[in-house]
T-cell receptor, first 109, second 118 residues
Framework: DAKTTQPPSMDCAEGRAANLPCNHS???????VYWYRQIHSQGPQYIIH???NNETNEMASLIITEDRKSSTLILPHATLRDTAVYYC??????????FGTGTRLTVIP | GAGVSQSPRYKVAKRGQDVALRCDPI?????LFWYQQALGQGPEFLTY????????KSGLPSDRFFAERPEGSVSTLKIQRTQQEDSAVYLC????????????????FGEGSRLTVL
C-alpha cells in the first residue's frame, strides 16, 4: 500500500472548519483513501473513505484531487470533541492498514 | 454489546509472565484484526482472521506472540514470557466485508487492552 504524509499537528478554532491535508503521491489506481481518528484513550474510529470522487457523510467531507496524489479531510464546524489524532491511510484492502503517526488536531475554545 | 469488547482494559505483568488478552468482536463480523500501539505511535498491524482461519500473521513481532479464534468469534492474543518492550495498547478490530465490495477498510475498533510489563 502507498504511504502517506501528514503534518504532525494542527490547531483549529472551535466552530471553524478544520482542513486536514494528506499527501499520497504514490497512490495506485486500485487504492482507496481512508480517514480514521483516535480520541485519547480510545480505539481508532472510522470517519470516511473514497476512491476518486469527493465524499461526504455526517461526520466529514473528503476532497480528493483529480490526480489523486493528495486529499483533504474537512470537519465543517469543529467542536472540542473533535480533538484527536487523525490518520490518513491508503489501502487496496483492509488486512493490513498502515496508520503512521497521523495529525494531532487540537480544537481551541 | 453493540461494539467490540476487549478485556482486560489494563494489565500489569512482571517480566517473564504470560498474558492473555481477549477480544469479543461485533456479532456476525467475519474479519478480526489485532493491532499493537506503542506510546506516541500509530497502531501497527499484528494479525488477521477470517472466521477461524488466521490468514495473515506477518505483523507478530516474535514467536512469543500467538493469536487464536477457534470458533470464529472470540479471539485471544497470548504473549508468552513478556518483556518490557511488549508494553503497549493492544487493539482489536472487526469488520464484515459485504459481498461484492472489494475494499473493506472500515474497521470497528475496541478500546484496547493496555499492557504494562515491569
Amino acid at each position: 500500500d502507498a504511504k502517506t504524509t501528514q503534518p504532525p499537528s494542527m490547531d483549529c478554532a472551535e466552530g471553524r472548519a478544520a482542513n486536514l491535508p494528506c499527501n499520497h503521491s504514490t497512490i495506485s489506481g486500485n487504492e482507496y483513501v481512508y480517514w480514521y481518528r483516535q480520541i485519547h484513550s480510545q480505539g481508532p474510529q472510522y470517519i470516511i473513505h473514497g476512491l476518486k470522487n469527493n465524499e461526504t457523510n455526517e461526520m466529514a467531507s473528503l476532497i480528493i484531487t483529480e490526480d489523486r496524489k493528495s486529499s483533504t479531510l474537512i470537519l465543517p464546524h469543529a467542536t472540542l470533541r473533535d480533538t484527536a489524532v487523525y490518520y490518513c491511510i491508503v489501502t487496496s484492502g483492509a488486512n493490513n492498514l498502515f496508520f503512521g503517526t497521523g495529525t494531532r488536531l487540537t480544537v481551541i475554545p | 454489546g453493540a461494539g467490540v469488547s476487549q478485556s482486560p482494559r489494563y494489565k500489569v505483568a512482571k517480566r517473564g509472565q504470560d498474558v492473555a488478552l481477549r477480544c469479543d468482536p461485533i456479532s456476525g463480523h467475519v474479519s478480526l484484526f489485532w493491532y499493537q500501539q506503542a506510546l506516541g505511535q500509530g497502531p501497527e498491524f499484528l494479525t488477521y482472521f477470517q472466521n477461524e482461519a488466521q490468514l495473515d500473521k506477518s505483523g507478530l513481532p516474535s514467536d512469543r506472540f500467538f493469536a487464536e479464534r477457534p470458533e470464529g468469534s472470540v479471539s485471544t492474543l497470548k504473549i508468552q514470557r513478556t518483556q518490557q518492550e511488549d508494553s503497549a495498547v493492544y487493539l482489536c478490530a472487526s469488520s464484515n466485508p459485504r459481498a461484492g465490495v472489494t475494499n473493506t477498510g472500515e474497521l470497528f475498533f475496541g478500546e484496547g487492552s493496555r499492557l504494562t510489563v515491569l
